[in-house]
């Protein structure tokens, strides 16, 4: 990179949450704005989504590892069946509305790992190259180990879950500053 060169990383997360932001995000990526995006694997609108991106190699894919469904009027559960992660679930058998919830339940380690590869498996499933892992709304504060967990803790549970930055990905813009 040249010097004075800046690298701009865009990114668009909640891709699969609802064909609206589905149809956002892809006008997004088809006027440039956006280059990465990450896709939640556990919503309703997630096959829409593989649809609408299906054969564009000019977007870099990411994992959005959810474990929780904040919203009030659309909830989601987990990719796996509930009795393989019970502690990741409320009692209706959505994920607990906050990360805070998440822990006050005893939400256990082995079953987020579970889950975030059951994720993983299902977008690659449904075809997208996934280059990286993000999270939505929680954190290593709520679920120790979580953070960091795609090195040493995935590797030791069996899992595939691999946190490539997108400042990695051929698709990060680079604008000259001014």
Not at 60 to 74: I, K, P, Q, S, Y
Not at 143 to 166: E, F, M, Y
Request: hydrophobic share 40%; with cysteine.
């Amino acid at each position: 990179m040249m010097k004075g060169a800046i690298g701009l990383i865009t990114r668009a997360d909640d891709a699969g949450s609802s064909a609206t932001a589905n149809r956002a995000i892809l006008e997004a990526c088809d006027h440039g704005i956006i280059r990465n995006v990450s896709l939640m694997a556990t919503c309703g609108a997630i096959e829409d989504a593989a649809e609408l991106f299906r054969g564009r190699d000019d977007i870099c894919f990411g994992v959005h590892l959810t474990l929780n469904a904040e919203w009030d009027r659309v909830r989601w559960g987990p990719v796996m069946p509930n009795d393989r992660v019970p502690t990741l679930i409320d009692a209706e058998g959505y994920f607990h509305r906050t990360p805070e919830a998440m822990k006050a339940a005893g939400a256990l380690l082995d079953e987020a790992f579970l889950e975030m590869q059951a994720q993983l498996n299902r977008l690659r499933e449904l075809g997208f190259p996934i280059r990286y892992a993000d999270e939505h709304m929680f954190s290593d504060a709520y679920l120790k180990g979580t953070r960091n967990g795609s090195t040493g803790g995935a590797r030791k549970r069996g899992s595939s879950i691999s946190a490539v930055a997108c400042a990695d990905c051929r698709f990060a813009r680079r604008r000259t500053a001014k």
